[in-house]
């Protein structure tokens, strides 16, 4: 194997990038680069709640006594239930099933190593999505947002997908130029800073240029000496436009 501390299968090695991606700035406010065989939970332990945040994470970061200490913390999540969660409901409350919402319970875990991370109530809502004619369950310790309102919270994780194919399609790192712990955590580092940088940029200069359009402009322009604020302004620049994909949809 070439990447011998990239533990995953016996022949194959990876790492996985574990990212805390702030919706209101766009740019990424934690990173944790591991081997793929750690369990994506372990990332956790490293993020700094802040108290009366909201915190939305993939069903493979569901762990109950990790969710228990954001709760603690005073900060809030939202997380999708696995297709076995056990759960028992202590009472439901009225719902508009015309915005897709099926069910709004609050309850507690059943099963001992869950109720015991998680001992205090949680509630539980059933949100069928129209379009995609899918229903999803989510878990969250937040009792008094409207059950839409947590969906559509929810609806914003996708946007840290919609980063990692950002950075996939625009900052070429799919091939590594070392095999080194060292040498692939630098690159993934001078990635994320490029992306960073740019994100930053375009919010305080209130560009109509997007983010790729940016990185392009740029790229072009590394030895020209005008200001970065009167290329932005520029609306001659050819060839800059970010290409057509489509784009995914979470629900």
């Known amino acids: 194997m070439v990447f011998c501390w990239a533990t995953f299968r016996r022949a194959k090695g990876a790492v996985k990038l574990h990212t805390q991606y702030d919706v209101r700035t766009s740019?990424?406010?934690?990173?944790?680069?591991?081997?793929?065989?750690?369990?994506?939970?372990?990332?956790?332990?490293?993020?700094?709640?802040?108290?009366?945040?909201?915190?939305?994470?993939?069903?493979?970061?569901?762990?109950?006594?990790?969710?228990?200490?954001?709760?603690?913390?005073?900060?809030?999540?939202?997380?999708?239930?696995?297709?076995n969660l056990k759960f028992e409901r202590k009472y439901s409350m009225a719902v508009d099933k015309t915005k897709g919402v099926r069910c709004d319970q609050i309850g507690l875990l059943k099963g001992f190593y869950s109720l015991k991370g998680y001992p205090e109530n949680i509630r539980r809502i059933k949100f069928y999505d129209e379009e995609q004619k899918r229903t999803f369950v989510f878990l969250t310790n937040n009792l008094d947002l409207k059950p839409e309102e947590i969906a559509a919270i929810y609806k914003h994780r996708w946007?840290?997908?919609?980063?990692?194919?950002?950075?996939?399609?625009?900052?070429?790192?799919?091939?590594?130029?070392?095999?080194?712990?060292?040498?692939v955590k630098t690159?993934?580092?001078?990635?994320?800073?490029?992306?960073?940088?740019?994100?930053?940029?375009?919010?305080?200069?209130?560009?109509?240029?997007?983010?790729?359009?940016?990185?392009?402009?740029?790229?072009?322009?590394?030895?020209?000496?005008?200001?970065?604020?009167?290329?932005l302004q520029k609306k001659n620049n050819q060839d800059v436009k970010e290409l057509l994909y489509n784009q995914l949809k979470i629900f």
């Open 27 to 83: 740019i990424p406010v934690f990173i944790d680069v591991s081997a793929a065989s750690v369990h994506d939970v372990n990332a956790m332990d490293r993020i700094n709640y802040e108290p009366g945040s909201f915190y939305v994470f993939d069903r493979g970061y569901l762990d109950f006594e990790r969710l228990y200490f954001i709760h603690q913390c005073k900060s809030f999540f939202v997380i999708r239930a696995k297709n």
């Open 159 to 183: 946007k840290i997908e919609l980063f990692f194919k950002w950075i996939k399609q625009h900052l070429k790192i799919t091939a590594f130029w070392g095999r080194t712990e060292n040498a």
């Open 187 to 231: 690159q993934v580092y001078i990635a994320i800073i490029t992306y960073t940088l740019i994100a930053i940029i375009k919010q305080k200069l209130d560009s109509a240029y997007s983010t790729y359009e940016i990185l392009q402009i740029l790229g072009t322009s590394l030895l020209d000496k005008t200001p970065i604020n009167q290329l």
